[in-house]
């Protein structure tokens, strides 16, 4: 893009550093999260329906990624006293699907200035010029991009998506596989592709993979073996 101002990193990239104030005090990012997976997210503001859906629903499912080894990390370019007072209404007041009294306890940083939010392309004009998108950057350990989502302003998440991403990377990971389209925990897995004749020949023969072809191959990870696993 011309304007550098609204660049964003890529998937393998590191996460760009920053430092910022946040509901839950200072934060040094991606730093103070070193060894843990980390989920970071932005809404185009305070105060609104579609962002105080989807802070419910990251609130209640908060635990669920904690036991993933994941923090949640939020944004928006609103400021510290804007996003102490939303929350406070989200626990007091909403109750929405079967939720309520929802205390978000995950740090929601203050980016008043634009700045966290242009390095992390979260500004994108077409959209608007004042808010952020919904951008999602799942950022792993070791403080590298891994997948990155974006959302229109009108269009809240897919949670389910979203956990099944993080589960998905840690599987690739885990177990040096890749993950066919709709995996889920217990659904047979890709085998990397041979880069050799003997290892094709050897790998047809292999009882313990399904071969549609020499390149397509599968095997069986059980749901149990996969959760055994996830936030290590």
Sequence with gaps: MENQGYSMPRIGDMAPEFTAQTTQGPINFPADYKGK???LFSHPADFT???TSEFMT????????????CQLVGLS???L???????RTIKERIDWKGMQNIDVQFPLIDDITMNVAKN???IQP??????????????????VIRTIIYYPLALGRNFDELKRVL?????????GVALPADWRPGDEVIVPAPSTMKAVAKRVEDKDMHCYDWFFCTKDISKEEVESKLGK
């Design 167 to 175: 589960i998905g990377l840690q599987t690739v990971d885990n177990f």
């Design 126 to 143: 077409g959209e608007s010029e004042t808010k952020a998108v919904r951008a999602v950057f799942f950022i792993d350990p070791k403080g």
């Design 120 to 122: 992390y392309g979260m």
């Design 37 to 39: 997976w980390v989920i």
């Design 81 to 87: 006293s804007s996003h102490i007072a939303w929350l």
């Design 49 to 51: 329906p579609v962002c």
């Design 77 to 79: 370019i609103d400021g």
């Design 58 to 69: 990251f609130g209640s499912m908060q635990k669920e990624f904690e036991a993933l080894n």
